[in-house]
């Protein structure tokens, strides 16, 4: 992510201004202490975690796995300031997210955590530029052309900054929502089935998007999918099954991941 | 921001477009009726008319503004209603866009300033477009009017007055801003999960302001409908009106509650076909979008039921009050007084009491109420010439000061007419004034006639008062009592043989009494309602269509799922008749509350329950909804499902 050093100015207030190097390479960037989250009501209650415990350190790529039902979006919501937890802590960049007020979560958006989405969730109206400057405006920052076109560029999709998103590949999409999130330079990239509504190539092209991010910048991403193949790209993969952290496997291979996915529906 | 903003409006043309053509035709509207009615307030009329041509002109004038006067609120009502249900809705189907905003670290002021600039453009653009639409519905009011005969023909309003034009536009602006104020407010709200979810979370139908705003009007409609039991007619029907609204506001705002429930019993019809199945499904899953297509219907047809209703039991009132004032058989229209004198000689009449309307002027130095010198004024420019004694015998109206036996020489009974206007009653002692062929002559008031619902016997005067060329001249209407043993029948034919005038039964004739006012409540009815109900019916298209726009990504899941083309706007067509008959049921249901106190109230005045349907008005307010409704159905969903459904069916919309 050569092209980011360019933009070390516009960096968030509140966010610190190079990367990678978290300040302190043993606070954990993610923490959730018996996290617990319900849906529902009486004998419907679901628990959609049910004492998470989990903590993941900064620059690495985390894959969350696990059977439908089992948790995994309702984690990233809750691990993103998304969602709140009934009960427990979550802790982002050494901040309390439980009881954390709506400023605060905003102020989180806007600098520290940046969002992929499995249906790409582009402005429709926008062009691809507009899109990927739509987060800077809303935090109230000048959108300087230059960083638009090299977060597209980062994503290789320079050429295509005035097209918009209906007249772009389902692939191309998913970039410029990578771009988008990566615009604001995000301490956290949370990735919800990034390739869940792409080709095998275009997965590909991605996965080999954040790997760089990842390897380049020390990126810490967050990501929850169900293919073991887009699972197998990151470092470690977390294994959830009805609301609990079941497994945690260091630099799995795919077939490994199928396997022990398996292992859990059955 | 403004980028979104623009972008957004260009992406979602229907939403924005749907918002802007209510607030432009209601500015257009409350612009058209300011300056109609300050037209017709202040009238130039020529002087060199006969005073009596001027005088009638003038109370065409009085009649126009008085009407006018009700439009105002009338139209000022509709647009709040129109324009606040339309941006509300608007809003409500950015929902996820606006969460994705907050996602992407939008903050709760930074939607809500979003929204209220964007509402205050569309208000002020829309006030820029009504303006000159209001000199179009200010030319087509003023038609009406000329129409209906309120106004002479050839009648000019004032097109264009500053005061006017920026007062309706302000409204406009200031309602866009109303509108989407509570919209806003609960946009900031979102939260940034539901851009998350892909169906986009099923935001809360029935939010408190929707509860309050509710029940609170369901519990003054209640107490008005109560009320209106225990009210004299005129208050019943008074309350029926307000009711019309207050109800429609209600009912309106519980729509989301009663929708799906409508759409239960819609169900037990439709579930037998697959399609039908699915409609109904749609019905009860849309409760805030069908809710929204209803609410401008409910309005519409509990005004147009609610005031059309009350008018006509103000008519029907009519006659059964006078058949119940009139003792007789027959009554006899004849072309002069002559042949009027010439009745009681017809084999078989037992008795004849003839009212000789005499153009005379009646003038009179009376106060205005409240505070202000005497002086002369104007009453009437026709006395009614009576023969006291046979009067007394054919009309059952006792005064309520005074006595008929008085009314002997220079003397006058007055009616219920002259406090109308605004002006102090003359009292018995009082004296009048009559221009009696150009001479004045003072009368001296013997007897203050009860109040009637219909403006008849206003200045009773004995006939020996007037000339006698004057008597013969008189139009003159005849109650006959049939001498026992007669056939009423043979009598009205030996009437009509001797030419001497018409006969109808005394029943027959109350009836063409009340005709007559049913008459003038339509023209009421035409320039009160007929541009307000066009306006009511675009709310309708306006809510469809967007409701309808919004819906491409659903469409295109169920063409995927094996539907064809057709099939969806079926499909659609079915949904839009279902809400349009739950948005007539729930007008009608409202309307027929007013009906019930009126009934009780006319029970109590006349002894007969007095209700009026509509018939006629009732038809054309449903073909009128039907048609609208179906070919707005029609038309967008076609629009919307022209893509092809595997493009859209992943595409957010």
Redesign the interface.
């Known amino acids: 992510m050569g092209g980011m050093s360019g933009k070390v100015e516009y960096a968030p207030r509140d966010a610190e201004p190079v990367r990678p190097a978290p300040a302190r390479p043993d606070v954990p960037v993610l923490e959730m202490r018996q996290a617990v989250r319900g849906y529902g009501g009486g004998d419907a209650r679901v628990r959609a975690l049910d004492g998470v415990d989990l903590s993941l350190d900064a620059g690495a790529w985390v894959a969350v796995m696990g059977p439908s039902g089992s948790g995994k979006?309702t984690l990233l919501?809750c691990a993103a300031g998304?969602?709140t937890v009934d009960s427990g802590r979550v802790t982002l960049l050494g901040e309390d997210l439980t009881g954390a007020d709506?400023?605060r979560l905003?102020r989180l958006?806007?600098?520290t955590v940046g969002?992929v989405?499995q249906?790409?969730?582009?402005?429709?109206?926008?062009t691809a530029e507009?899109n990927v400057a739509?987060?800077l405006?809303?935090?109230g920052r000048r959108a300087r052309r230059e960083d638009v076109r090299s977060a597209l560029a980062d994503v290789g999709l320079a050429d295509r900054a005035r097209h918009r998103?209906?007249e772009l590949s389902?692939g191309q999409q998913q970039r410029v929502a990578l771009a988008?999130a990566m615009v604001?330079r995000p301490r956290v990239l949370f990735a919800?089935e990034p390739t869940g509504?792409l080709d095998s190539a275009s997965a590909r092209t991605v996965l080999g998007l954040l790997r760089g991010m990842c390897d380049d910048a020390g990126q810490t991403i967050v990501m929850v999918t169900h293919d073991p193949v887009a699972a197998a790209a990151a470092d470690t993969v977390v294994f959830l099954a009805d609301g609990r952290v079941v497994d945690r496997i260091e630099r799995p291979s795919a077939r490994r991941i199928a396997d022990r996915l398996v292992s859990l529906e059955v | 921001m403004f980028t979104l903003s623009w972008s957004t409006l260009r992406d979602r043309k229907q939403l924005f477009a749907g918002a802007l053509v209510a607030i432009a035709l209601g500015v257009a509207l409350v612009q058209a009726s300011l300056l109609v009615l300050m037209s017709v307030s202040d009238p130039v009329i020529p002087s060199d008319l006969p005073r009596a041509e001027r005088n009638e002109m003038r109370e065409g004038f009085v009649g126009a503004a008085m009407l006018m006067g009700l439009q105002v609120p009338l139209v000022v009502f509709l647009a709040v209603f129109v324009v606040g249900s339309t941006c509300a809705f608007a809003v409500a189907q950015r929902r996820r866009d606006l969460a994705l905003l907050r996602v992407l670290g939008g903050g709760r002021g930074q939607v809500r300033r979003l929204l209220a600039a964007e509402s205050l453009l569309l208000g002020v653009v829309g006030a820029l477009c009504g303006a000159p639409l209001g000199l179009v519905a200010t030319w087509g009011q003023a038609r009406l009017l000329e129409h209906v005969g309120f106004v002479p023909a050839g009648f000019r309003p004032t097109y264009w007055d500053w005061k006017a034009v920026l007062v309706a536009g302000a409204t406009g602006t200031g309602i866009a801003l109303l509108g989407s104020w509570n919209a806003a407010r609960r946009a900031g709200r979102i939260r940034p999960l539901e851009a998350m979810h892909d169906t986009g979370a099923a935001a809360r139908v029935m939010t408190p302001g929707r509860w309050c705003v509710g029940l609170s009007c369901l519990a003054l409609s209640i107490l008005l409908a109560v009320g209106a039991q225990a009210a004299d007619m005129i208050g019943a029907v008074t309350i029926a009106m307000v009711l019309a609204v207050v109800g429609a506001v209600a009912l309106s705002a519980l729509a989301p509650l009663v929708v799906p429930l409508v759409a239960r019993v819609f169900g037990l019809m439709l579930r037998r076909s697959a399609l039908g199945a699915l409609a109904e499904a749609n019905i009860r899953d849309g409760a805030r979008r069908n809710a929204a297509v209803a609410a401008p219907l409910i309005t519409l047809v509990s005004l147009v039921l609610g005031l059309s209703g009350a008018l006509g039991v103000l008519a029907r009132s009519i006659g059964v009050e006078q058949e119940h004032l009139t003792r007789g058989d027959l009554v006899v229209t004849s072309a002069d007084g002559a042949r009027a004198a010439r009745l009681a000689g017809i084999p078989g009449v037992a008795d004849v009491s003839t009212r000789l309307t005499v153009p005379v002027p009646v003038t009179a130095e009376v106060r205005r109420d409240g505070p202000g010198a005497a002086r002369p004024h104007v009453f009437d420019e026709r006395v009614i010439a009576v023969d006291p004694a046979a009067y007394a015998r054919a009309r059952t109206l006792v005064p309520v000061s005074g006595s008929l036996a008085d009314l002997r020489g220079d003397t006058v009974a007055v009616g219920s007419a002259v406090p109308a206007e605004g002006y102090r009653a003359p009292r018995v002692g009082d004296t009048v004034s009559v221009d009696v062929a150009g001479r004045e002559r003072t009368l001296r008031v013997v007897a203050v006639l009860p109040e009637t619902l219909d403006i008849g016997d206003e200045f009773l005067i004995p006939r020996e008062a007037l000339p006698a060329d004057l008597l013969a001249a008189a139009p003159a209407e005849s109650v006959l009592t049939v001498a026992p043993g007669t056939s009423v029948a043979e009598v009205a034919k030996r009437v009509r043989a001797a030419g001497l005038g018409e006969s109808t039964t005394v029943a027959r004739w109350a009836q063409g009494r009340a005709d007559a006012q049913q008459d003038g409540n339509d023209k009421i009815f035409a320039v009160l309602l007929g541009l307000a109900g066009v306006y009511a019916l675009i709310g309708v298209v306006n809510a469809l269509v967007i409701a309808t726009a919004e819906r491409r990504a659903e469409f295109a899941v169920v063409r995927l799922s094996g539907l064809e083309r057709p099939q969806v706007v079926r499909m659609a067509l079915v949904e839009a008749c279902a809400v349009t008959t739950i948005g007539l049921l729930l007008g009608g249901l409202v309307a027929a509350a007013g009906m019930a106190g009126t009934a009780r109230s006319t029970a109590a005045a006349t002894g007969t329950p007095i209700v009026v349907v509509p018939w006629g008005m009732l038809a054309t307010t449903v073909l009128g909804a039907f048609a609208v409704t179906v070919v707005a159905a029609v038309v967008t969903t076609r629009e919307a499902t022209r893509e092809r459904p595997a493009r859209l069916a992943g595409a957010r919309t």
Do not use: I, K, W
Request: aromatic content about 10%; proline content about 6%; hydrophobic content about 35%.
């Open positions: 979006s919501h998304l969602d709506d400023r905003t958006r806007r600098g969002f989405f249906n790409f969730n582009l402005v429709a109206s926008l507009q739509l987060p405006r809303l935090a998103p209906r389902g988008r604001t919800d509504a």
